[in-house]
Nanobody, 122 residues
Framework: QVQLAESGGGSVQAGGSLRLSCGVS?????MGWFRQSPGKEREGVAA????????YYADSVKGRFTVTQDVSKHLLFLQMNSLKPEDTGTYYC??????????????????YGRGTQVTVSP
C-alpha cells in the first residue's frame, strides 16, 4: 500500500509562488501531481520518473511549475511560480500503479493523496 501526504498549499496573489510537498511511503516508478478545480475533471499537471531526469508538464504550467524529488527523504515537490488565478484548485500527489510508462494521464496512476488546497487571487 502506498501512502501519500501533501502539504504546502495556501492562498497567494497572482504572480506569487508556492512549493507543495508530498511525503511518500513507497516510491513507485512514476510520480505525478494532479489538480482539480470545482466543476472540472482532475488533470495531470506534472510528472516524473523516480530517479530519472525525464519530466512531463501540462502546457498550462510549462515554464512555471517544476517537479522534483528527494528520494532519500521520501519527498516529492512541486515548485509553482508566477501563479495565476486559473491555477486555483486542490492539488494531489499521485503514484503509478505498475511499472511502465509515465505521463500526465490518469491511467498511469493508482494512488492519490488527500490533496492540498491552492487559492490564487487576482
Amino acid at each position: 500500500q502506498v501512502q501519500l501526504a501533501e502539504s504546502g498549499g495556501g492562498s497567494v496573489q497572482a504572480g506569487g509562488s508556492l512549493r507543495l510537498s508530498c511525503g511518500v511511503s513507497t516510491w513507485k516508478n512514476c510520480m505525478g501531481w494532479f489538480r482539480q478545480s470545482p466543476g472540472k475533471e482532475r488533470e495531470g499537471v506534472a510528472a516524473s520518473f523516480v530517479g530519472g531526469a525525464e519530466t512531463y508538464y501540462a502546457d498550462s504550467v510549462k515554464g512555471r511549475f517544476t517537479v522534483t524529488q528527494d528520494v532519500s527523504k521520501h519527498l516529492l515537490f512541486l515548485q509553482m511560480n508566477s501563479l495565476k488565478p486559473e491555477d486555483t484548485g486542490t492539488y494531489y500527489c499521485a503514484a503509478s500503479r505498475k511499472t511502465g510508462g509515465c505521463g500526465l494521464g490518469r491511467n498511469y496512476y493508482g494512488y492519490y493523496g488527500r490533496g492540498t488546497q491552492v487559492t490564487v487571487s487576482p
